[in-house]
């Protein structure tokens, strides 16, 4: 029964392959290189950094024009990645989160300026999220939480930490002034996806089916572990190329507990670029900077040193997306990265050029800077600023 997904993967990748031949793939600064040269490099530098398996996706007029996966979803069993394996969404999960609640804004079921806590029907320390470490009542004392937004979340600047279990004592503490600067935080994502349930009177996973994996034709993703997963899924690699994990998650989060496949998400994606189910104002907010970001880097104690290093590209958080400015117009991006993983996408709406990269390997993120030029031109990414040292650096 798996047999025919799978047959019709290998179809289509054959066929972008085939178009991709006739058609060069066309980069950002107007050069071109034709699929067989793209496939062999992107061997090459896959072996150079260590990285067990990828997955790439090129898209030219904001439709995918190369997809191809290398390497294995198991280095232990030596079992190949495919177009269909299972593979740990990572922080795309947030991506997918934000299309759907501008999705919400559009139907004006909420307000990104509106005070959330004035969304519920009782004291928001009352409410606790699924899972571990998660009472809101750790933000009794502190009512700036009051002040906290909808878009404050999206463009992460809620004040929170990224996730409570980093800190020393564990709790939920608000950092800084809400709306004040950038500091990357699940828990704003965490907090959203309580009012966004307590808004509608669903659970995320059956919202994710409604505005988001029902319309793209995604029949294996979700927010929630799938028994389904077990016939071929993906694990994390770490540096040696020793199996990580493959997270089970049994309780939806918006903020990383996305499955999905390299076919299911680049449709996802391809809804994205081309600003399906969104107004023209919802998709612009998302991919437009919200506020700069001046930090030297994302996470870490330099997090909170700012510096002008990236002044030239006027980084800056939209709804969702990291934004950027180059010579070829703007670019938004969303990466993830756990123990084992490590994805990155980046989009310019100008030139109706983006890229997908999937790995499942602690070495992935040292491959970026060099795919990211190869494929599309892309030399704007910050990679610094992300930590993705190249694997010649390290």
Known sequence: MYILPRLLSILFLATLLTNAVAQ???????SSIDAAQLDEQVQKIMTQAKVTGLCVTVYNKNKAVFAKAYGYAKAATQQPMTPSTALYGLSLSKAVFAHLVMQLVDEKKIDLDKPLVTYLPRPLLSYT?????SNYKDLEGDDRYKKITGRMCLDHTTGFPNFRWFEPDKKLRIKFEPGSRVSYSGEGLYLLQVIIQE????????????????????????????PVYERDYAVGHDVNNDSTMFPRRPVSNAAGSLTTTMEEFNKFYTMLINGKRLSKKSFNDMTHSQIRIRSIKQFGPL??????LNDNIQLGYGLGYVVLQSPYGRAFFK???DQGWGHYTICYPDQQIAVVILTN???GESSFKDLLQLTIGDVYTPW???????????
């Open 361 to 363: 390997s602690d070495n």
């Open 24 to 30: 060069p793939i066309r980069r950002i600064d107007g």
């Open 384 to 394: 610094y600023w992300e930590n993705y040292i190249p694997w010649n650096q390290r």
């Open 199 to 226: 808004i509608t009177g669903k659970p995320l996973e059956e919202l994710a089916r409604q505005y988001i994996f029902e319309p793209c034709g995604m029949t294996l993703s979700s927010y929630v572990y799938q």
């Open 335 to 337: 990466e993830g990265n």
């Open 303 to 308: 997090s909170w040193k700012d510096s002008t």
């Open 129 to 133: 999220f699924p899972g571990r470490l």
